[in-house]
């Protein structure tokens, strides 16, 4: 049994027309609309616009960029402690966990939140937003992260 009868052949013609436009089309989609500067970027999570704001063409240069520049991990920074339940326990966020997940977390000074950079880099528009946009603060519950 072939393919043949289920798929059409093109004809020579019509390979070398789609060849042209795709080339047309790939040329074009590779113009950048901004100048990315991995230095202008904001480092605090907290703090960047959604990656799906960004102009279609400008994203996978701005994804390059947050990926060369790291993760936002201050880790000498004075973490706020905040209570947790109706005991006076109180809790933060915890330095040393940068050193167990340090391709990917991030600290936001801004919201007192981790976040995940890769999460932020790939997340698409409508998804959830736990490590992207809101955070996460439960730091009693340091499995979750």
């Known amino acids: 049994m072939s393919l043949d009868k289920y ?7 019509d390979e070398e027309s789609i060849k042209a436009s795709s080339h047309v089309t790939q040329s074009s989609s590779k113009k950048s609309h901004i100048e990315i500067n991995s230095d202008t970027l904001l480092a605090d999570p907290g703090l960047r616009r959604p990656i799906y704001e960004y102009h279609i063409n400008d994203r996978d240069a701005i994804r390059r960029a947050y990926l ?49 950079l890769y999460c932020y880099l790939f997340k698409l528009k409508g998804g959830v937003d736990s490590f992207v946009g809101d955070g996460f603060s439960n730091w009693k519950k340091k499995g979750k992260i």
Do not use: M, V
């Not at 209570?83 to 940068?98: D, E, H, K, M, V």
């Open 7 to 13: 798929f059409k052949r093109k004809s020579l013609e």
């Open 68 to 116: 060369q520049k790291g993760p936002c991990q201050p880790s000498h920074y004075d973490f706020p402690q905040k209570q947790f339940g109706n005991i006076s326990t109180l809790r933060c966020f915890n330095p040393a966990w940068f050193g167990a997940y340090p391709t990917w977390l991030e600290y936001s000074i801004a919201k007192d939140a981790a976040f995940c």
